[in-house]
C-alpha cells in the first residue's frame, strides 16, 4: 500500500521526538485523523475544545522543555486554536500547529468553512507559516515549522489541505525546483557575548555598591550561575512571573516576585539599588524598576531584538544566560555582604511574616490568601503548579514558596483567562509522574476548567502519579475585574457583570467519577490540601473564599485608592466588607515592621 501524505507527516513528527499531539478532530484533518488510528503515534490527546488543545500543547512544552503540536481542521477549527497560540508567542513557546484546508480545487471559491488561514495566521505564526500545495514540499515545510519553533522559541504552523492529505506521498527528488531537507533535530547553540562587551559589563557591576538582581524564564538553565551572582555581589534576586521557579524562595536575600502581583521587597530593592542586572527577563512594568538615571544596568538575554527595551541599560550582552554569566562571573569583585544585604534578608524575612499574617486574617467565609499560604508547606518537591489569570495570580506570585524541582508557570504576557486546568493537563502529559495542581479562580473554571475535567477524566488511569489538584478559588465573582474597576476607573462593582452562577466544582467533580472536596471554613483548609495530596484521582478543591479582600500592590499609588474611595462612595454593594478586610490587611503587613 503506498504511503499517504498524512502518514508521512505523522512518520516525520516521530522522526522529530514528538510523542503527543493535542488534537481535535474535523472533516478538514480526516486524512490525519485516519492516519493517527493507523499508527497509533504520536500518541493523541483530544481536548474539549480547540483552544484547550493549543493551551495543553503550550503547558506541554512549557514544562516538558521542548516542542506542543496541536491539530485542529479548517475553518471554526483553526480559529479555535488562536488564543493559546498567541499566548505561545507572547511568552516565547516553541508550538507548531497543524490545520487542515479544504480540498486546494475548492480554495479561493467561498467554499463550505473556507478562511484564508494563511492570513489568519500570518500574525500569530509571523516566524512561519506555510501551506503545503503538493507532496514534494514534504518533508522541508514541516522541518522548518519545527526547527523554526524551537530556534525563535515561537508558535509556527502548518496548512495541509484535506485532498492532499490522502494524496500519494512521492519524497522530493533532487532537482531544480525541489527542495530537500536534512535529517530532523534541533540542538541549541551556546551562544556568549565578545570579551569586550563582558569587560565593560563587569565594570559596571564592579562599580556599584547595591545590585539588584532580575531574573525571568530566560534565566531558567542559569540558576546555579545567579545565585553565585548574588552572592559575589552581595546582592539581592527579584523574580519576573514567569521566572518564578527559576531559583528557589529559601534563601534569604530572594524577594520574591515583582510588579503589580509583586512583593515589597522586589519593590523596595529596585528603588534602592544603584546597579541592576537583567537576566533573561522582559519584564514590562517600568515603574517597578529603578528611576531612569538613579541606576546603573546591565542586560542579558539571548534574544537581541528583547534586550535593551525596558530599562536603558549600560551594556547589553546578547548570549545565552548561563554561558554569559559563567564568562561574567570571574571578572567580579567579591564584595562584603554589608548593610545592603542585611537590608534585603531583613525586609523579607518581615514580609513572610506579613504574609503569614494576612493569610491567617480573618474573612468571610474563607481567605484566598490562606488557600495558597496552606499549600506552600505542603508542596512536594517535584511539583508543578499552574495558575489562571486573575485575583488567583496574585495570590500565586505572593505566598507560594517554591524549592527543589518545583515548576510553575501561567499566561505570563497575555494573561488570558482559562488555561491553568489545560496548562495541568499537559503538564502531566510531558512528566506523568509527577503531581501537578492548578489554582483557577471560578470565572476562568467557567469558561474552560470544568470542560477539561471531562478531558482528565479520560486519561489520568495512564498517568503513574494520578495527581491533578484543581483548587478553586469560589467567590462567585469575576474579581479581578471588579478590583480594575474600581483602583483604576473609580467605578463601583457592576453585578450585571461581575455575578457568576454559583456552581459546586466538587459536585460536578464527582459527577465524574473524580474527588470533589469542598471546604467553607479557614480550619478545614489544610486538611483539604492533605486530603487531595494523598488523593489517587484528580481532585477539585473547591473553597468558598471572600471576594472582598484586596489584592493590593506592594506599592499603592495615590490615584489607585482614591479611585477605589470614589468607588465605595458611590455605592459599591461590597463596600463595607472591602474596608474592614481590606484595612486589616494593610495592617497586617505593617505589624511585623514594628516589632524589629
Not at 455575578?499 to 459546586?504: E, F, G, K, N, T
Amino acid at each position: 500500500m503506498a504511503e499517504m501524505v498524512a502518514d508521512y507527516v505523522l512518520k516525520r513528527l516521530r522522526d522529530w521526538g514528538v510523542e503527543h499531539v493535542f488534537c481535535y478532530p474535523g472533516d478538514g484533518i480526516n486524512g490525519l485523523v485516519a492516519a493517527l488510528g493507523r499508527a497509533g503515534a504520536p500518541k493523541v490527546v483530544q481536548p474539549r475544545h480547540e483552544e484547550m488543545g493549543a493551551f495543553e500543547a503550550v503547558g506541554y512544552a512549557k514544562f516538558g522543555g521542548g516542542v506542543g503540536v496541536c491539530m485542529a481542521t479548517s475553518g471554526p477549527g483553526a480559529i479555535h486554536l488562536l488564543n493559546g497560540l498567541y499566548d505561545a508567542k507572547l511568552d516565547h513557546v516553541p508550538v507548531v500547529a497543524i490545520v487542515g484546508q479544504v480540498a486546494r480545487s475548492a480554495m479561493g471559491g467561498s467554499y463550505m468553512q473556507e478562511v484564508d488561514l494563511q492570513v489568519l495566521f500570518k500574525d500569530v505564526a509571523s516566524d512561519y507559516v506555510h501551506t503545503v500545495a503538493v507532496p514534494e514540499q514534504l518533508p522541508n515545510v514541516l522541518d522548518r515549522a519545527l526547527r523554526t519553533a524551537l530556534d525563535r522559541r515561537a508558535p509556527t504552523c502548518v496548512i495541509i489541505p484535506a485532498d492532499l492529505q490522502e494524496a500519494e506521498y512521492e519524497a522530493p527528488a533532487h532537482a531544480f525546483r525541489q527542495v530537500p531537507s536534512s535529517a530532523p533535530g534541533y540542538a541549541a547553540p551556546e551562544t556568549r557575548p565578545p570579551e569586550a562587551e563582558i569587560a565593560r559589563a563587569a565594570e559596571v557591576v564592579n562599580a556599584g555598591e547595591k545590585v539588584a538582581i532580575l531574573v525571568g524564564q530566560g534565566a531558567r538553565s542559569a540558576a546555579a550561575e545567579v545565585l553565585e551572582l548574588a552572592e559575589v555581589t552581595g546582592g539581592g534576586i527579584a523574580k519576573a512571573l514567569l521566572g518564578k521557579d527559576v531559583v528557589s524562595d529559601e534563601p534569604a536575600f530572594v524577594t520574591g516576585a515583582i510588579g503589580l502581583l509583586g512583593t515589597r521587597p522586589s519593590y523596595e530593592m529596585m528603588r534602592d539599588c544603584d546597579t541592576l542586572v537583567i537576566v533573561g527577563s522582559s519584564f514590562p512594568y517600568s515603574q517597578f524598576l529603578p528611576e531612569y538615571g538613579g541606576a546603573r544596568a546591565v542586560q542579558i538575554d539571548i534574544a537581541g531584538h528583547m534586550i535593551g527595551m525596558r530599562y536603558p541599560t549600560e551594556v547589553n550582552l546578547v548570549g545565552d544566560a548561563a554561558a554569559t554569566l559563567r564568562a561574567l562571573l570571574p571578572r567580579l569583585r567579591r564584595k562584603e555582604h554589608g548593610a545592603w544585604r542585611r537590608t534585603i534578608e531583613r525586609n523579607v524575612q518581615r514580609w513572610w511574616q506579613a504574609m503569614e499574617a494576612q493569610a491567617k486574617m480573618p474573612a468571610d467565609p474563607v481567605n484566598p490568601m490562606l488557600i495558597c499560604h496552606e499549600l506552600s508547606s505542603r508542596l512536594p518537591d517535584d511539583a508543578i503548579v499552574t495558575c489562571d489569570s486573575g485575583s488567583v495570580a496574585n495570590w500565586y506570585a505572593r505566598l507560594l514558596r517554591f524549592r527543589g524541582r518545583m515548576r510553575g508557570s501561567l499566561s505570563g504576557t497575555l494573561a488570558s483567562m482559562g488555561p491553568a486546568v489545560p496548562y495541568a493537563i499537559g503538564a502531566k502529559f510531558a512528566h506523568p509522574d509527577r503531581p501537578a495542581i492548578a489554582l483557577t479562580g471560578d470565572g476562568a473554571m467557567q469558561m474552560n476548567g470544568m470542560a477539561e475535567l471531562i478531558t482528565a477524566c479520560r486519561y489520568w488511569r495512564s498517568w503513574p502519579d494520578p495527581r491533578l489538584i484543581v483548587a478553586v478559588l469560589h467567590n462567585n465573582d469575576l474579581n479581578q475585574v471588579t478590583w480594575e474597576l474600581r483602583a483604576m476607573g473609580g467605578s463601583p462593582r457592576v453585578p450585571q457583570t461581575q455575578d457568576l452562577p454559583d456552581v459546586s466544582y466538587a459536585g460536578f467533580a464527582r459527577s465524574l467519577d473524580l474527588e470533589g472536596i469542598e471546604v467553607d471554613k479557614p480550619g478545614l483548609l489544610g486538611s483539604a490540601w492533605d486530603q487531595a495530596l494523598g488523593s489517587d484521582r484528580p481532585v477539585v478543591l473547591d473553597v468558598r473564599c471572600s471576594a472582598d479582600l484586596p489584592p493590593i500592590p506592594p506599592h499603592v499609588e495615590f490615584d489607585q485608592v482614591k479611585n477605589t474611595m470614589q468607588a465605595l462612595l458611590k455605592g459599591d454593594p461590597d463596600a463595607w466588607g472591602i474596608v474592614g478586610e481590606g484595612v486589616r490587611a494593610k495592617l497586617r503587613e505593617a505589624l511585623p515592621r514594628r516589632g524589629s
